[in-house]
């Protein structure tokens, strides 16, 4: 993809985070990933043993929390919420490390086109299979869970998701 594009100064590397074998560099940036890291403090220190700043994206909320109401209905379990924006700080924090953090101003409509695009998105995104009682449940709790706003529809009392960028220059 990046010849594509005429981009020739990314390296692909296939390995996770804390196996991989990297140069250092100026910059390491990490885009919605450590939503799901589990040894964190590891790949903090990874990161900066191999960078001279970091940044970070990441949302100040979980990425699926605006479906997370969703999810109990359809499934029978509450789902579990992902750590986000409010408890990387705290690890920073616990860490040592004061980061500075700028929120990215998006305009971007994170609503449905459609009532057929709403179901099919959400239904990946809470794992729903076809045909299944999960979908029966889903289908049955649309019309109570959207409404119709600017052309479209969203999820009523969704908050937006807005990403936040935090950086910071190891050993400052």
């Not at 296939?14 to 560099?25: K, P």
């Not at 990933?33 to 964190?40: E, K, R, T």
């Not at 940044?55 to 789902?79: C, D, F, K, T």
């Not at 449940?137 to 969704?158: H, M, T, W, Y």
Request: hydrophobic share 40%.
């Amino acid at each position: 993809v990046a010849a594509e594009f005429d981009v020739n100064n990314i390296d692909v590397i296939e390995s996770g985070w804390l196996d991989a074998q990297v140069a250092t560099a100026d910059v390491a940036l990490c885009c919605h990933v450590l939503y799901v890291i589990q040894d964190i403090e590891s790949f903090i220190r990874k990161l900066e043993e191999h960078a001279g700043r970091i940044l970070v994206v990441m949302y100040q909320a979980p990425p699926q929390s605006q479906i997370y109401p969703l999810w109990e209905p359809v499934h029978g379990v509450p789902r579990l919420p992902l750590p986000s924006l409010p408890e990387f700080l705290e690890v920073l924090d616990q860490l040592g490390v004061e980061p500075e953090v700028e929120v990215v101003p998006t305009e971007r409509n994170r609503g449905y086109d459609s009532l057929e695009t709403a179901r099919e998105q959400l239904a990946r995104r809470l794992y729903v299979m076809p045909e299944s009682a999960e979908m029966e449940r889903l289908e049955a709790l649309l019309p109570q869970v959207l409404e119709e706003k600017d052309g479209g529809f969203s999820i009523k009392g969704a908050v937006p998701l807005e990403p936040r960028v935090i950086s910071w220059r190891p050993g400052d």
